[in-house]
């Protein structure tokens, strides 16, 4: 009997399925790690998710599910997704890695898109955006600024993404400011805005008076404004609630034209894996207006560098630069490959601490 | 390295405030538990709380306001759970995981219009004379009045449970309620009463978070502190000081580990993330050892007719 039943509802999922393939609506679903309400990074994916609905409107259907965890759970809410009907699957957060590679498995039909990795298939495919330019900026007015030489970085796991972010404030930091000292917090999270605030004020407790963020709410910026003299930048998203102190700048991602251009492959049956990693230049990365906070000088050092980046004239990791252990990583005048970039797992010379393994 | 970077005066006066939203929902589950209910709300409205305080404090300007919302707001959510588990009789269990889920999804609704506005700001207390004792001054008496509020929850807890008649025929209502209600004592009003109690502290204890302790208001921003509460007591063996201890080593733990990393201690980074738990989880353990145990009608439906 109990058997019977779950057949019945498996016959009744799978012709489900198939009746919505059927349709002639695409259907979008993007899975999100932390609430739409950030104000951060998944709040700028929504964002995207809006354009898309905007672009096409009711050629297009569009299913989100919100915070859900990097692991296990994210594989059954894909499944899920994909058993809904949806062509095209946006994961959007480095730890649904390998769940997206385990369901698109199962779903050759399905296209997935997911953020920030590296595992490509037939129908997976990765984007991300090379957000260490807008860290190279960030770096330059913290250098600048900080007067105790201190600058605290919370960052949530050790991974690539997070580590080249790292990398590129301090290069740049250390360029305009060589008494520059960098205090980095792991915070193991992407969200969860009380540590995120007390790792803020841990940091401004030991003299930080510089806060770079790489978690995805507005929390470290509540913190810094409590504390009073200190500086932020928004995180993924503008932040400019808090602008115009403490926040005095931000990374802002823009995803809308790469969701749009992939919905509309999948329309046009063109769609194939692709490695993107756009920036400043092709305007997935955008720095967010540099308040007043910030002296005129530096703000148009800022920008210069900024139009440097979008015109291709300079690439944030160009060397000399060392690593950590003190070897050579980048002889002068070359610059970084993506491999290296997109695999980086290294801190480079004068930053202090090890990287978690 | 340099430990002289970590300010201990500064680390222990956080790491109160840290304990805090954790303490206050914990002695409010606590009670709960006491009366025989299991309450795996605790999430969910201690986030309606979050909410509840911000929007208020925001709209009239007085976070005292908006700290009694909260606690309303914590308390009214309890009721939907009153009302599944005390009338309809529903389980306990599915009946808490709903209103997490609920109360997630309805503090977002609610909050839409008040993600990055800054709420009015509580302020310290600085008592005369014992605030400017070094060291101590700054440690215990230059925090916030919900600081203080929580430490006498606890000692109010424990004296009404441990001494007066209201905690023996709470205790007696958690223990057996059909011996309770033989005696003739109303188990199901002690018990709405120890609910809508719980409710009103994890409504408090999530508007510290969002009032105080980050202050502002995003969506989820308790992030899993209820979770921890509803461990806590057990771990505490249904002993309000014992939660106080578990609260504040757990919030201590996780403040001293952010100050470890920043001062760039050379402790592996996940021991550090991790210890918080497992310190907490073993010194409760330990403690526990003289096998006191749970209520022995928690989790029990109670019908006036078995």
Redesign the interface.
Same mark, same amino acid.
């Given at each position: 009997m109990k058997f019977t039943s779950l057949l019945a509802g498996a016959a009744m999922v799978l012709g489900l399925a198939t009746g919505a393939v059927a349709q002639d609506k695409t259907k979008v679903g993007f899975v999100y790690v932390?609430? %739409?309400? +950030?104000?951060g990074w998944t709040y700028e994916h929504d964002k995207g998710r809006l354009a898309v609905e905007k672009e096409f409107g009711d050629k297009v259907e569009t299913v989100f599910v919100e915070?859900v965890p990097e692991g296990p759970d994210a594989e059954r809410v894909m499944t899920q997704m994909a058993l809904e009907g949806a062509d095209l699957i946006f994961t959007t957060s480095f730890g649904y890695m390998d769940p997206t590679i385990n369901v698109a498995k199962k779903f050759p039909n399905v296209k997935f898109e997911h953020a920030t990795g590296y595992k490509t298939a037939p129908n997976v495919s990765v984007y991300s955006a090379r957000f260490y330019e807008g860290r190279a900026v960030q770096g330059h007015i913290a250098g600048k600024m900080t007067e105790s030489n201190i600058i /605290?970085y919370i960052g949530s796991y @050790?991974i690539p993404e997070v580590i080249r972010g790292i990398n590129s404030a301090y290069i740049h930091a250390k360029k305009v400011n060589p008494d520059v000292e960098f205090? $980095? $917090?792991?915070a193991?999270?992407w969200? +969860? @805005? !009380?540590?995120e *605030? +007390? !790792?803020a004020? %841990?940091?401004i407790? #030991? /003299?930080a008076d510089v806060i770079l963020q790489h978690t995805d709410?507005? *929390?470290p #910026? !509540? !913190?810094a #404004?409590?504390a009073g003299n200190v500086i932020t930048f928004g995180q993924a998203s503008d932040?400019s609630?808090?602008a115009p102190k403490p926040r005095v700048s931000s990374i802002i991602d823009n995803w809308a034209p790469y969701y749009i251009a992939r919905t509309q492959a999948v329309m046009d049956g063109s769609w194939e894996t692709v490695n993107t990693w756009d920036g400043i230049k092709e305007g997935m990365v955008e720095i967010g207006e540099i308040s007043d906070a910030v002296p005129a000088d530096i703000k148009e050092e800022a920008l210069a560098m900024t139009a440097a980046m979008a015109a291709g004239e300079y690439h944030p990791f160009t060397g000399p630069i060392k690593k950590q252990d003190g070897s050579d990583w980048l002889a002068e005048g070359e610059t970084a490959d993506d491999g290296t970039l997109a695999g980086m797992n290294f801190y480079v010379e004068g930053l202090? /601490?090890?990287i978690? #393994? | 390295m340099d430990l002289g970077e970590i300010n201990p005066v500064l680390l222990v006066a956080s790491l109160m405030v840290a304990a805090t939203p954790l303490l206050l929902a914990a002695i409010g589950e606590l009670v709960v538990e006491k009366a025989g209910v299991l309450n795996l709300g605790v999430e969910g409205m201690m986030i309606v709380g979050a909410i509840s305080g911000f929007a208020i404090s925001v709209e009239t300007g007085s976070p005292w306001l908006g700290f009694i919302a909260a606690a309303i707001g914590g308390a009214v959510l309890s009721l939907l759970f009153v009302l599944l588990t005390q009338f309809a009789l529903a389980n306990q269990v599915a009946s808490g995981l709903a209103l997490t889920l609920f109360g997630l999804g309805f503090s977002a609704l609610m909050g839409q219009s008040y993600v990055g506005v800054k709420p009015p700001s509580m302020g310290d207390i600085h008592i005369p004379l014992l605030s400017d004792i070094p060291v101590i001054g700054p440690i215990l008496f230059q925090h916030d009045p919900i600081l203080y509020l929580g430490i006498a929850l606890v000692a109010a807890v424990w004296a009404t449970l441990r001494y007066t008649r209201v905690g023996l025929i709470l205790r007696a209502v958690g223990e057996n309620h059909d011996a309770a209600h033989a005696l003739g004592y109303k188990v199901i009003k002690i018990r709405i009463l120890a609910i809508l109690f719980g409710g009103a502290c994890a409504g408090l204890g999530g508007a510290y978070i969002s009032l105080i302790r980050v202050p502002q208001w995003t969506e989820g921003m308790t992030a899993g502190v209820g979770w921890i509460a509803l461990a806590l007591v057990v771990f505490a063996s249904w002993k309000p000081w014992r939660a106080l201890l578990g609260a504040y080593l757990f919030g201590g733990i996780t403040v001293l580990q952010l100050n470890l990393q920043a001062a760039g201690v050379a402790i592996p980074v996940e021991y550090l993330a991790m210890s918080p738990y497992i310190i907490t989880i073993l010194v409760l353990v330990i403690l526990s050892a003289d096998k006191s145990s749970a209520p022995a009608s928690l989790g029990r439906t109670f019908h006036a007719s078995h």
């Open positions: 932390g609430p %739409v309400g +950030d104000g915070s /605290g @050790p205090k $980095i $917090i792991w193991y999270t969200f +969860d @805005p !009380a540590k *605030a +007390d !790792a004020t %841990v940091l407790e #030991q /003299g709410s507005t *929390a #910026q !509540a !913190a #404004q409590e932040m609630e808090y202090e /601490g090890e978690p #393994q | -």
